[in-house]
């Protein structure tokens, strides 16, 4: 280093010179704590170049000033982006979902449960013979259904809601009463409920949950922090309510329902008539439930439980 009264000389090995920032002021450091700034980059970088040294701090620098590069770097990282939430999450989810203990499930079917009945849910008024029954047909459903998780019907007051059914993770089916009234026949019910077996099958409430925090859950799964996970169960009431089941999910609960129909020789016919009523009952507004608001239009599912073999 040369001053105006003085020179002082110091080894490369014993400096330090920041990188380029811009046209940032550059900072020499030598070992004896002296500084030295300098805004002449060019300079700086030329005397590396001639030592072979910062070679990466160059092409970083060159990089920042061509614009072309910039814009397609931003483009890169937005499809990249995109992909990871359209395709990427979605496996994620899935992979972890499946890979839960049975007692995760359990976990968020119970809380989810009585967050439900807390918020939404008023006491059933069906008769116990009525839902006896019911549940005993469900039963017989259910043992045509190969499906990992035990599964249970539960019967709540729907309210606001109206005509709905929901599928926990747990396995625990919950249908309104007054879904109930608006069957017209009893194997219309068991459509619906072959359908919400399908959601049971696909862990799909779940998979939605884990897609919304995949991040933390990825990280408690990692360290083995079950407690974590189960504290997801307060999203489930909004998640069934307001968050609609994804088009690809929907289809696979239909697609399910269909076979599981086909195997308990009921009619998928009884499917498509209660899509119909249901859409009647909303009268095609915006408050319709996930079995309805969701795509594939209502119309296209019923084609498909209209089709004979």
Do not use: C
Request: net charge negative; no cysteine; aromatic share 8%.
């Amino acid at each position: 280093m040369v001053g105006a009264e003085f020179v002082r000389e110091y080894h490369l090995s014993e400096t330090k010179i920041s990188r380029r920032i811009g046209d940032l002021t550059r900072t020499i450091t030598f070992f004896d704590g002296s500084l030295f700034e300098s805004d002449d980059n060019e300079i700086i970088d030329e005397y590396l170049a001639a030592m072979g040294l910062d070679t990466a701090s160059r092409q970083v620098h060159r990089f920042e000033g061509a614009w072309h590069w910039i814009a397609a770097a931003v483009v890169v990282v937005a499809v990249a982006a995109w992909l990871f939430i359209v395709v990427g999450l979605p496996v994620m989810a899935n992979s972890v979902a499946h890979s839960l203990p049975p007692e995760v499930d359990d976990q968020l079917g119970r809380d989810g449960l009585q967050l439900m009945d807390k918020l939404i849910f008023e006491p059933s008024e069906l008769s116990a013979e009525r839902q006896e029954g019911l549940r005993e047909n469900f039963a017989d459903l259910a043992n045509y259904a190969d499906v990992d998780r035990k599964l249970r019907l539960e019967f709540r007051g729907g309210g606001d809601i109206g005509p709905n059914a929901f599928a926990l993770p747990s396995g625990t089916i919950v249908m309104t009463d007054e879904l109930v009234a608006l069957a017209g026949h009893e194997h219309e019910l068991a459509a619906v409920l072959a359908h919400e077996i399908g959601h049971v099958d696909g862990r799909h409430s779940l998979r939605l949950i884990l897609q919304d925090s995949i991040a933390a859950l990825m990280f408690a799964v990692m360290l083995g922090d079950v407690t974590s996970i189960t504290g997801l169960a307060g999203a489930i009431p909004a998640l069934l309510v307001q968050t609609k089941y994804s088009r690809s999910f929907e289809t696979e609960a239909d697609d399910y329902a269909l076979e599981l129909m086909k195997t308990a020789n009921i009619d998928p016919q009884y499917f498509s008539d209660i899509l119909q009523r249901m859409e009647e009952s909303y009268g095609g507004g915006s408050d319709m439930p996930d079995f309805l608001s969701t795509h594939p239009a209502t119309d296209r599912r019923v084609r498909r439980f209209e089709q004979r073999d």
